[in-house]
């Protein structure tokens, strides 16, 4: 037996059911089980796990079947693209959904939402909930990059942006980490310059987040990615020295690095042109759709330690301004730092490092004098690389499923100390 409540309130975009829920439950002063109960079924006959039903939901909450299958992630009808959200909802602009009474309302994110370009607001990946969206008036370039973002989807399609935004972070994160010489217009600097507007020296245990460095280097991320994501350019690197050549100049100039050459160790351009430019990009991890919680009454949350890491990396950050080893292990970057083909590690931080390295045999290079030679050494590929995939791949390209297992990512990933 199920009643109707009498406050109507409409869910939000994206929203998904238990965040809705919850706040009805608030907005009614009863308990979230009793609610629970009232919209849900049993999974199966006699089963004990209960799961959300649509037409028990439209009746309680009083709004229209269509309209929930409009909006609420777990009713769409027809399902989405899953593998274009994330997996983990999250805050979106607070000021999009502050007509939404009840409490915080949890969306389901694409992957190329960071911004509101309304509001001009960061909206960024999963992060700190309780911490407040910045505003980005002083920072134009941020909302600009959010709609070059947007047209890259319409020209590369869902699966070879969500991979080359990512790279384009990776590539970001390891020269934020390496560049002690910066020149004229270099991007590092730009970062430096926007971390101090985001997170103002000595205020870093209070407003520092991995989310606030990912906005530092969003332009040029997205500016990285439209090379990276482009077909023309990914055959150009794999054709041989020649064409590696000409996307280094492109790479330096986006980058601000003049007569940049890709090292054989301690740069992320050499890695990715090396092992993975010839390669398809590499979907998201999971989605929302897989997980064991969709459809019920919980959804899956970060880790109970996430703000002591943050406050650990915000120390880190605080003595050396330097946003890239926060960056470089915050769970968005996992599906480009553990790629299907990675060399398997134990220890997530060691495939941190690889993907700054090209291969280069250990055993060989020992010696602080042969790492620093090999750091001042041009990585380039001399021959050609065959591949049956970038020969007859065409844009835009569409996800590239799994047939097995996706490897191990390691250790969690942790902060640098």
Not at 197 to 207: A, F, H, M, N, R
Not at 218 to 239: D, F, H, K, N
Not at 305 to 328: P, Q
């Amino acid at each position: 037996m199920v009643s109707r409540l009498p406050i109507n309130v409409p869910p939000a975009s994206d929203e998904i059911a238990v965040s809705y829920l919850a706040r009805l439950a608030t907005l009614h002063d009863m308990p979230f089980d009793e609610l629970w109960a009232q919209v849900s079924r049993p999974r199966s006959k006699g089963s004990p796990t209960r799961r959300l039903d649509g037409d028990l939901l439209a009746t309680v909450a009083d709004q229209s079947r269509a309209q929930l299958a409009r909006t609420v992630v777990e009713l769409r009808d027809p399902e989405p693209d899953w593998l274009a959200f994330r997996h983990e909802p999250q805050r979106g602009c607070r000021r999009c959904t502050a007509r939404h009474p009840g409490g915080p309302v949890l969306q389901l994110l694409p992957h190329h939402r960071w911004v509101c370009t309304r509001h001009r607001a960061w909206i960024g990946p999963p992060d700190q909930e309780d911490h407040r969206q910045p505003d980005l008036h002083t920072l134009p370039e941020i909302v600009t990059a959010q709609h070059r973002h947007l047209r890259l989807i319409r020209r590369l399609g869902f699966a070879a942006t969500f991979d080359a935004v990512l790279t384009g972070f990776l590539i970001c994160a390891h020269r934020w980490n390496f560049a002690d010489l910066a020149f004229p217009g270099d991007a590092w600097i730009e970062w430096r310059r926007r971390a101090e507007l985001l997170i103002p020296p000595g205020t870093e245990s209070d407003t520092f987040s991995t989310s606030r460095l990912f906005a530092c280097t969003y332009p040029e991320a997205v500016a990285l990615a439209e090379l990276i994501g482009s077909l023309p350019w990914r055959r150009l690197v794999a054709a041989g020295p020649d064409g590696q050549r000409a996307f280094a100049i492109e790479i330096g100039r986006r980058l601000g690095v003049q007569d940049y050459r890709p090292a054989v160790i301690k740069d992320a351009v050499a890695h990715w042109m090396e092992q993975d430019c010839w390669r398809p990009p590499s979907p998201p991890n999971t989605d929302y759709r897989s997980l064991r919680t969709f459809g019920g009454p919980t959804f899956r949350k970060p880790s109970q330690d996430s703000d002591t890491k943050r406050r650990e990396s915000a120390l880190w950050f605080s003595r050396h301004r330097r946003g890239g080893d926060a960056i470089l292990r915050h769970r968005t970057l996992n599906p480009v730092v553990v790629r299907d083909w990675s060399h398997k590690t134990e220890v997530f931080n060691v495939a941190v490092e690889r993907t700054a390295h090209t291969y280069v045999d250990p055993r060989r290079h020992r010696t602080v004098k042969d790492l620093t030679a090999l750091a001042t050494t041009d990585w380039v590929r001399p021959d050609p690389i065959s591949s049956t995939w970038l020969n007859t791949a065409t844009e835009p390209l569409d996800w590239q499923r799994r047939t097995g297992p996706r490897p191990s990512t390691g250790g969690q990933p942790s902060p640098r100390k």
